[in-house]
């Protein structure tokens, strides 16, 4: 069984429904970045390597960052 989390339709006018929208888009964003840099420095710590995975978990977790903006984008533009 999936569980999908019910997102906001970003075509919705109201003013509450833009704040939940761009509050989401946030919390996305950020959580993409820490995931990837935490992800980044416990690989490096369990290595001994610093900081090379740090560095390539953050290119990671902006990466993600940008295609949720690019997702939430393109659901916008009603496509």
């Not at 509450?16 to 996305?28: E, F, I, K, P, T």
């Not at 390597?49 to 993600?64: D, E």
Request: charge should be positive; glycine fraction near 14%.
């Amino acid at each position: 069984m999936v569980v999908r989390m019910m997102e906001p339709d970003p075509r919705d006018d109201r003013p509450s429904a833009r704040w939940g929208l761009v509050l989401d888009l946030g919390l996305r964003m950020g959580v993409s970045v820490i995931v990837g840099v935490g992800g980044g420095l416990l690989v490096d710590r369990w290595l001994g390597t610093r900081p090379i995975f740090t560095l390539i978990g953050m290119v990671l977790g902006i990466a993600a960052a940008m295609y949720t903006i690019w997702d939430v984008a393109r659901q916008s533009m009603g496509r």
